[in-house]
């Protein structure tokens, strides 16, 4: 069994970015030299999430729309500690979730025909965002 870490990085717009991940994590399962195993992707920060969707603008659209309806900018205890108005950032990252896993077999990730991994930034304003990536698997 072998293990390799690397990250992702770039840069976000912020206010429920969803940025498509998947072809950087092809090209590091590439330099894993790993044949079949399991990836664990794992956003570093508390207001960024990884997810699955089908990437394409409507759904991008739809991930705005429905957390502006459960979990919408306004009053929330959080902003009086820090100041910093994010609250609900924090909220939505922490519903989604820090990281997934997914397996992959014959130097492929095992996702649907539509299914593509992405990084969701909740937070307010644009960052650089990290993502880290660790592969365990056989050679």
């Known amino acids: 069994m072998s293990v390799y870490t690397d990250t992702i990085s770039f840069r976000t717009k912020g206010n429920t970015d969803v940025i498509d991940i998947t072809p950087r994590l092809d090209e590091l399962l590439q ?8 990836v664990v992707i794992h956003a570093v920060g508390s207001t960024g999430a990884v997810t699955t969707c089908e990437y394409e603008p409507g759904l991008v659209r739809d991930f ?12 929330y205890s959080h902003n009086e500690t820090w100041g910093d ?11 989604v979730g820090p990281s997934i896993t997914v397996t992959f077999n014959n130097k492929r990730l095992l996702l649907g025909t539509w299914q593509q991994v992405v990084f969701i930034d909740f937070d307010t ?6 993502v880290a990536v ?3 698997g056989e050679q």
């Open 31 to 38: 330099k894993s030299g790993m044949r079949e195993g399991f």
């Open 64 to 75: 705005k729309d429905i957390f502006d309806k459960l979990i919408p900018p306004g009053h």
């Open 85 to 95: 108005a994010n609250g609900h950032s924090h909220l939505r990252a922490s519903l």
């Open 125 to 130: 304003r644009s960052r650089q965002r990290e």
């Open 134 to 136: 660790q592969f365990v």
